[in-house]
């Protein structure tokens, strides 16, 4: 009878025993796998902007991403370099008109046109034109502004098409890929035989990724572009003003 309960004993402390270390290590895994997630998620966490654009444009495939790539760097090129130019064209009008009229009162025509030669920007290039041709005629002198403006427009709004082009090229190459990552997940799904969330999940991110990158380009070059179009209507409007008060001066000096 010793014997027996001994050895109930001794099977109890090993069930007991062993209970406990099976719930010692599964609470171990599941603190190992709660700090697995954990760092995981501080991983994620820490991933920059930048990392996360990075890795965001690597999944989008580097087909298409490439090409909407290169279109934000040459639409970029070309608004810079528009920017420059026309912030290098910009001039004080009222400052120059003020001195080209002392300059016609004081020492004619010549004086005038040294004024102009001596300033920067498509206002002073107008004004020289007019200045030129203003010892034939007031008409021939208002021709040559007007000829001339024109070739001054047409110089500010050089390359500027390409950045619209751009703008509109960007999400269609957006789309296209969008949908060419829809027909690969059919074509899984098709080759599969069978609806698998697995199979579509990676076209359609593809897919998606591609579009919104399309229109991340086009919003930012749309920002450019209408910041330059808006500097060349206000240079615009800048030599049409300065033009008519040329004419006025002139006629008053030929008087």
């Known amino acids: ?80 370099e528009r920017i420059i130019f026309l912030n290098l064209s910009s001039t004080n009008t009222k400052k120059l008109t003020q001195n080209v009229e002392d300059a016609l009162q004081s020492g004619g025509i010549e004086a005038a046109k040294e004024v102009c030669r001596n300033t920067k920007g498509p206002v002073a290039s107008i004004f020289y034109q007019g200045l030129d041709r203003a010892d034939d005629s007031l008409e021939s002198a208002e021709k040559a502004v007007v000829a001339y403006g024109g070739v001054q427009m047409g110089q500010l709004e050089k390359n500027v098409s390409w950045i619209s082009l751009f703008i509109a090229l960007a999400p269609m190459l957006g789309f296209m890929g969008t949908v060419i990552g829809m027909i690969q997940a059919f074509d899984k799904i098709q080759s599969a035989g069978g609806m698998d969330a697995t199979l579509v999940a990676g076209g359609i991110k593809v897919a998606l990724l591609t579009t919104v990158f399309g229109l991340i380009v086009a919003i930012i070059l749309q920002v450019f572009y209408n910041y330059i179009v808006a500097k060349i209507d206000s240079i615009v409007n800048d030599m049409e003003d300065s033009s008519i008060t040329l004419m006025d001066m002139l006629s008053k000096y030929k008087k």
């Open 1 to 80: 009878m010793k014997r027996l309960f001994s050895i109930l004993a001794i099977v109890f402390l090993m069930a007991f025993g062993t209970a406990n270390a099976t719930t010692s290590a599964a609470t171990i895994a599941t603190t190992i796998a709660t700090t697995q997630d954990a760092a995981a998620d501080d991983v994620a966490e820490e991933l920059t902007f930048h990392q996360e654009l990075k890795k965001r444009f690597i999944e989008g495939g580097p087909g298409f991403m490439g090409i909407v790539l290169l279109c934000l760097i040459l639409g970029l090129a070309i608004a810079i």
